[in-house]
């Protein structure tokens, strides 16, 4: 399917125009640095996401794009500067925190069990919203019975959602790779997520693969709401999706605005062609 915002696509509702406006902001980033040793990932970059847009993170390969992902969902703890989500703010936390707190990911190389089913994996991103414990799992009574089921229900509409029915009881390590993001992107979604962040979801994809994948995105945003953040290398595929860009280039933020404001800004341009600075 083509995306085409200008034509009546998902991409041209009125959330697009919502959130680039005045929206409410969700996560800020305030003049986060990281290092390596001595290897600077990111230099005092700040910038916010805000409430139901999608934010694109692009630069080129080493930018700083993965390490912020990974700072924004505790990864990685800063030794400067402070992020800010849902008004709290702090300097670090733990991934199962962020992930409490309404932050789920993909990863660029997939990350998923190779040998489990679709239905597995994507169960798996669950776990956090199960609350009874192993034991009660375990003897299959009661309680536990009836959440595990409430949960198989959810699962199984993500799977719909995703059209993905046809390979659900396959192990995702026989997959194309293109389903195998798509499965990621199910696990992600599995979380309930407020803020899905997502690194290189369309990386080795074909045309079509990236269409569908464009299609589930908008539609991920558009009919439950989430806040997306987004690294992208098709600059076709950031200008069709996002309604905000950040770049970054050596770990520092050298542009921010709209896609078409990006485009045209000489620093990105340069930055692309790799222009020395
Ligand atoms: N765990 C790590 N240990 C050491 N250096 C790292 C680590 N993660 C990233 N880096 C370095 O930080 C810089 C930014 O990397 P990364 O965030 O992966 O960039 P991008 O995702 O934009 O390609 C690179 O120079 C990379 O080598
Ligand atoms: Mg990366």
Redesign the pocket.
């Known amino acids: 399917m083509r995306v085409d915002p200008q034509n009546g696509g998902p991409g041209s509702a009125p959330r697009k125009e919502a959130a680039r406006q005045n929206g409410e902001v969700l996560l800020a980033v305030d003049d986060v640095s990281l290092s390596?040793?001595g290897?600077k990932?990111i230099s005092h970059v700040s910038f916010d996401i805000r409430k139901g847009e999608i934010r694109a993170i692009i630069?080129p390969?080493?930018?700083?794009?993965?390490?912020?992902l990974n700072v924004i969902n505790g990864f990685y703890h800063p030794q400067e500067g402070t992020i800010t989500f849902k008004g709290a703010t702090r300097r670090k936390m733990r991934p199962h925190e962020a992930a409490s707190q309404g932050i789920a990911r993909t990863f660029?190389n997939v990350a998923l069990f190779k040998g489990m089913s679709t239905l597995d994996n994507i169960m798996s991103g669950r776990s956090l919203k199960m609350h009874r414990n192993f034991f009660w799992q375990l003897l299959w009574v009661g309680p536990a019975q009836r959440e595990e089921i409430a949960h198989r229900r959810r699962v199984e509409e993500i799977i719909d959602f995703l059209e993905i029915q046809h390979i659900r009881k396959t192990p995702v390590g026989k997959l194309p790779y293109g389903l195998q993001k798509r499965v990621e992107l199910g696990r992600a979604l599995a979380m309930e997520p407020e803020l899905l962040l997502l690194d290189e979801p369309m990386a080795g994809m074909n045309l079509e693969e990236k269409e569908d994948m464009s299609r589930f995105i908008l539609d991920v945003s558009d009919q439950f709401g989430t806040t997306i953040a987004l690294?992208e290398h098709d600059m076709g595929v950031v200008m069709d999706l996002s309604d905000r860009v950040v770049v970054?280039d050596y770990?520092s933020k050298i542009a921010d605005g709209t896609p078409e404001e990006v485009r045209g800004n000489q620093k990105v341009i340069d930055a692309y062609l790799g222009v020395a600075h």
């Open positions: 390596f040793g290897v990932a630069g390969n080493g930018a700083g794009k993965t390490s912020m660029q690294i970054l770990g």
